[in-house]
Nanobody, 121 residues
Framework: QVQLVGSGGGLVQAGGSLRLSCAASGRPFSSLAMAWFRQAPGKEREFVAAITRGGLSTDYADSVKGRFTISRGTAKNTMNLQMNNLRPEDTGVYYC??????????????WGQGTQVTVSS
């Protein structure tokens, strides 16, 4: 089992920045591909960004490319999402996901509890 705890959400004005973190435990962090998804009110959960277990490959949704950066943190067993130039449409609950995988997976078995991001216009 893998336990994930997301943090760092909050309220920010459009154009501002936030940094989300996800702490993982229960399995060697180096075995886990990690990702962020988000869900806006009334919408389905959507992919935001992902990173391989070694940190060498990343993937982003088109809507966040050039604004968001996913990374494996310097703090032990953490993964981060730096979000810059935030827009109101970035508002939602952000969930971190994890999957034991060598490559970027197509689905994730483990999920954190979600952290709210609200961007005001």
């Amino acid at each position: 089992q893998v336990q994930l705890v997301g943090s760092g959400g909050g309220l920010v004005q459009a154009g501002g920045s936030l940094r989300l973190s996800c702490a993982a435990s229960g399995r060697p962090f180096s075995s886990l591909a990690m990702a962020w998804f988000r869900q806006a009110p009334g919408k389905e959960r959507e992919f935001v960004a992902a990173i391989t277990r070694g940190g060498l490959s990343t993937d982003y949704a088109d809507s966040v490319k050039g604004r968001f950066t996913i990374s494996r943190g310097t703090a032990k067993n953490t993964m981060n999402l730096q979000m810059n130039n935030l827009r109101p449409e970035d508002t939602g609950v952000y969930y971190c996901g994890a999957q034991p995988s060598i490559v970027l997976p197509t689905r994730y078995a483990y999920w954190g509890q979600g952290t709210q991001v609200t961007v005001s216009s």
